[in-house]
């Protein structure tokens, strides 16, 4: 019986764990003026959370990566409604270590559409996207390098000064 119900609570774990890293199809969906970007927003929060369950340097290389990373940038260009913004402090980040961005991009979208009835401003989609950010950049197992502006942006949320230290009203 043990062995009966480890055997199923294995096949589970690994049931879930391909489940939850499966890659979004996007790679044939084109977005034009006429586009509808509302029809995709499901679309493109599974393209973020895709992201951000995944190591961004392992996933760097990754077709499926590239090609969400890639939906994710245009339906943001795109979309009428929202605003995003990318924080100075980020682009510094980011210049280090240029694979981030699409880490930081992907937590300002997931933020924006899991609270778009709060109708988020652009200082809050900005905000939160850094504090989600900041939650994935902790994590060890994302093999994220802490140092530098990295190191001062975390020291700032641990600090509770994160919004005094992006300047952020």
Do not use: R
């Not at 393209?47 to 077709?63: G, K």
């Not at 980020?90 to 997931?110: E, G, P, W």
């Not at 609270?115 to 988020?120: L, S």
Request: hydrophobic content about 40%.
């Amino acid at each position: 019986m043990k062995k009966t119900l480890l055997f199923h609570l294995f096949f589970l774990a690994i049931t879930v764990v391909t489940i939850a890293q499966k890659a979004p199809k996007v790679s044939d969906i084109k977005f034009d003026s006429n586009t509808n970007y509302a029809e995709y927003e499901s679309l493109a929060l599974q393209c973020a959370d895709f992201i951000l369950q995944n190591n961004y340097e392992t996933n760097s290389s990754n077709i499926d990566n590239l090609n969400a990373f890639l939906f994710m940038i245009n339906w943001m260009t795109g979309t009428p409604d929202y605003s995003f913004t990318i924080e100075d402090k980020i682009t510094k980040i980011c210049k280090k270590q240029s694979l981030l961005s699409s880490v930081y991009m992907a937590a300002s979208l997931k933020y924006a559409i899991e609270h778009k009835n709060d109708k988020p401003s652009a200082n809050d989609i900005n905000y939160n996207g850094i504090l989600i950010f900041i939650q994935y950049c902790e994590n060890p197992e994302n093999g994220v390098i802490i140092k530098g502006e990295m190191k001062k942006l975390i020291t700032a949320k641990n600090e509770n000064k994160l919004k005094e230290y992006l300047k952020i009203k």
